[in-house]
């Protein structure tokens, strides 16, 4: 494939989460430190929440990659909703269990009740809205035992707020809320993504009004940011293979941004 200057800052800016691409922006480092130290209180749960696309997932693999290194901890990225599974395989992965029999509530407890009290098993779940309560009231009587400690994401919706329903109300946790960036965060998410990558070209055409557009249209959300920065990139080796005179090196192009902002559904062509 032909060279592009473009083509590593576009790759940078799939949508994936892997601990290992975590930025360092201080509002979300100061919620990870948080999170950290409330990981170690004896609290039951910690609820981590926020709405689509601010970082919960991303923040909770990083927090497994990690703790992972000084205790037991499993992570659960995509929901076990049937409620035998969810045991089973919880007690697979902290106990040994091996048998691919369900595993009621009382033989889990029998499990849980091994557990040495300084070395507390941590679970990590991932989109708990979609368990249902009665499984997240099974999860409520394991993390009584304080046998197990569970740190858990929701996604916030604008039209249903799942923290008001019964089942996530009443229990004792700490609750960290993650927000869309600012002008600023997103600046540094954007610049030290592209520097840790070495593209120095690029990061240098992105000054602080080509910021406040992208901020504009994708009102700081990282994952329409992702996508935004994608198209814009894909769109930017497209030129410079077809008609790089077009190309100003200075700057990017507004009329290049709201194109790719029209592409990825940002704005309403
Ligand atoms: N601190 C960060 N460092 C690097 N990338 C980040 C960071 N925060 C978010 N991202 C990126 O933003 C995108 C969206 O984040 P993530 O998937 O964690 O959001 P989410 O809150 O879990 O969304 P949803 O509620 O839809 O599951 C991811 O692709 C991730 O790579
Ligand atoms: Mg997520």
Known sequence: MEYSLFSKPKELF?????????????????MYQNLKVSVQKPLKMVLLYGKPGTGKSMLLQKLNHDLSKHQKVFMVNIPIIDEDDFLRVLAQNLFGYQSEEPLTLTRFLEYTALVEHDNIPIVLLDEAQLYSSTLMEKIRLISDTRTLK????????????????????????????????????LKIYIQKKLLKANCFDVANMINDKNIQLITKLTRGNYRETNKLMFSLFGLYEWFEKNSPGKIKYNELRKKYIEMAAIHTGLIRA
């Open 14 to 30: 799939i949508d994936l989460v892997n601990p290992r691409d975590y930025v360092q922006i201080d509002s979300v480092s100061h």
């Open 150 to 185: 569970f740190v858990i994401t929701l996604h916030k919706t604008d039209d249903e707020d799942v923290i008001a329903k019964e089942h996530f109300q009443t229990r004792i946790w700490e609750s960290i809320e993650l927000q869309n960036a600012t002008p600023e965060e």
